[in-house]
């Protein structure tokens, strides 16, 4: 694996809606807050940074936990995510430039990794011990929203990460491959 190019930690705090510090080297640069509603079902979650555009995170109709998208404060669709299956733990996140997918951690422990189907791993969200705080640590360039996004809908589904996934090292192998000349 190669060292990452930004690492961030999180700060949760709150049991009903909690709120998520987000913290880089220099300090606080924003706040991600989780709504829930009475049946304390995760509805939506609001990302303030200290500097730059306010955005919206909403669940989408369905049955699944991680179904959400991410808007701006003017209207504008960033992207949102998916399971194709109610046991499946790959998850799929869409934005209009590219596709991305979720996938828990290998080996025993918990957490998700963000992939890209050409180049591979972009990000990894690991908890810290046994409490709520992680470690967002980002690979290759990519927005934080779309960090921030993976954090908060990995985060919703911990539990489910706690059994290996599976092991890849790039996914350049669903590339198509050049005929050879004979």
């Given at each position: 694996?190669?060292?990452?190019?930004?690492t961030y930690r999180t700060r949760p705090t709150g049991i009903w809606s909690p709120?998520?510090?987000?913290?880089?080297a220099n300090g606080?640069?924003?706040?991600?807050?989780?709504?829930?509603?009475?049946?304390?079902?995760?509805?939506?979650?609001?990302?303030?940074?200290?500097?730059?555009?306010?955005?919206?995170?909403?669940r989408d109709p369905g049955l699944l936990r991680s179904q959400f998208s991410v808007w701006t404060d003017g209207r504008e669709w960033l992207g949102s995510s998916l399971r194709s299956r109610f046991f499946g733990r790959e998850i799929a996140l869409s934005t209009p430039s590219k596709s991305l997918r979720m996938l828990p951690v290998p080996g025993f422990q918990r957490g998700w990794r963000l992939h890209a189907p050409k180049t591979g791993e972009l990000a990894r969200i690991t908890p810290d011990g046994l409490g709520k705080a992680s470690t967002l640590q980002v690979f290759r360039r990519v927005e934080l929203e779309l960090v921030l996004f993976a954090y908060f809908v990995g985060a919703l589904v911990y539990a489910e990460s706690y059994w290996p996934g599976p092991a890849i090292v790039d996914d350049l192998e669903s590339l198509p491959t050049a005929p050879s000349k004979a």
């Open positions: 694996m190669t060292a990452p190019i930004a709120h998520h510090e987000i913290l880089d606080r640069i924003g706040v991600l807050q989780a709504e829930r509603n009475r049946w304390s079902l995760t509805t939506r979650a609001t990302w303030r940074p200290e500097k730059g555009e306010v955005l919206t995170f909403r």
